[in-house]
């Protein structure tokens, strides 16, 4: 059996054909980064126009890739929400017409299930249960897993998500579009022992996350070290960025351990584009040896926002028959605890 899948929920649109035996037959991917650069963040009309103009001749390539033609594929996957609505509407009229055209089944997908599954796109894949710490520019949740749409939301932001701090702290300090990544670059210059960022809700019981006020925290700091011509020298930026950074780290790491205690797993899944980071990484990765037990992640290339995700998730999806009809629709905000089982 095998699925087409079509991500449009922000700024990249990813198109992928996943086959139930073989696995991933061919992804293709279109980041807006250069579009939205100059705005310093997505436009959400923009978005929506890029999406139109690229998504057919990904698809007709991605197709080609996998050496496919309509007639070898079973279904037609697109990311229904959360997102932008503008971008998800795109996706879910072009999932649904070739759908129909093709008289083949439509499956609509979460977003966020595609960004937990990711991982089982690799050799080593996890085995149920496992936590998951999802963390992207608009999500940042902890959530037991039982099974495929068996999600428990253990805590979430109350807040801005850390890729979405990230990305406001970058630009705080004057850093280009997209600024997380940039940001992380920069601390890797920078001094761990001059500033000392707050742990933001590390000290209160739960699991809930808030990375506005440590947000707020770099501003300052970084005002309080600009100088009369609203200059901040470089080695201070890089201070300021490794310091900031070291905060989100700690505080997810410190949420995580607290996770695992109460849930009393073993298996920890990282996944969103904040998955990444390579300081992270190796945080979680030295707290699940102390603890017995193993992390998981997707590839690089599938921590962001990718088609093949989509088309791994709508796979399950469709061998459970879990289908849509012929309205186009789109869902912006979307609990992932309301999903159904598989």
């Known amino acids: 059996m095998r699925i087409l899948g079509i991500e449009t929920s922000c700024d990249e649109t990813g198109v992928a054909v996943y ?33 139109s103009r690229k998504i057919i001749g990904l698809i007709r390539q991605t197709l080609a ?53 990711a991982p089982m796109l690799e050799e080593n894949v996890p085995d149920f249960p496992f936590l998951a710490l999802l963390v992207s520019g608009g999500h940042t949740q902890m959530v037991s897993v039982g099974g495929i749409g068996q999600y428990e939301v253990m805590g979430e932001s109350i807040d ?22 940039r940001l ?4 890797e210059m920078g001094d761990s022992s001059r500033f000392t960022f707050p742990r933001p809700m590390t000290t209160k019981p739960g699991l809930d996350f ?48 607290r996770a695992l205690k109460v849930s009393g797993l073993k298996r920890l899944v990282v996944a969103g584009g904040v998955s990444a980071n390579r300081h992270l990484r190796v945080q979680l990765e030295t707290l699940m040896k102390s603890r017995g037990g193993e992390v998981f992640y997707p590839r690089h290339e599938f921590c ?12 399950q999806r ?25």
């Open 19 to 51: 086959d139930d035996e073989q696995g991933l037959l061919a992804h293709q991917l279109y980041s807006q980064v250069e579009l939205h650069a100059d705005y310093g963040g997505v436009v959400p009309e923009l978005a929506s126009r890029d999406h």
């Open 160 to 181: 801005d998500a850390a890729g979405e701090a990230f990305d406001k702290t970058a630009k705080l300090l004057g850093l280009d579009y997209p600024g997380g990544p």
């Open 65 to 117: 890739e996998a050496n496919c033609t309509q007639e070898d594929i079973d279904g037609v996957a697109y990311t229904a929400g959360p997102g932008l609505v503008g971008a998800l509407l795109v996706g879910a009229s072009v999932a649904r017409s070739l759908a129909f055209a093709w008289g083949k089944p439509a499956v609509a997908v979460h977003h966020m299930e595609g960004h937990l599954l």
């Open 210 to 257: 808030s990375f506005s006020g440590l947000k707020t925290f770099a501003a300052n700091t970084i005002a309080a070290h600009t100088d009369e011509s609203n200059v901040c020298d470089e080695q201070t930026q890089a201070d300021i960025a490794r310091a900031f950074e070291d905060a989100v780290v700690d505080t997810l790491a410190i949420k995580c351990k």
């Open 304 to 315: 962001a926002d990718n088609g093949a995700m989509i088309a791994y998730a709508g796979m």
């Open 318 to 342: 469709l061998k459970a028959n879990q289908t849509v009809g012929l309205e186009i629709s789109a869902t912006p905000r979307w609990p992932m605890d309301q999903l159904p089982a598989v």
């Open 184 to 187: 992380s670059k920069l601390a």
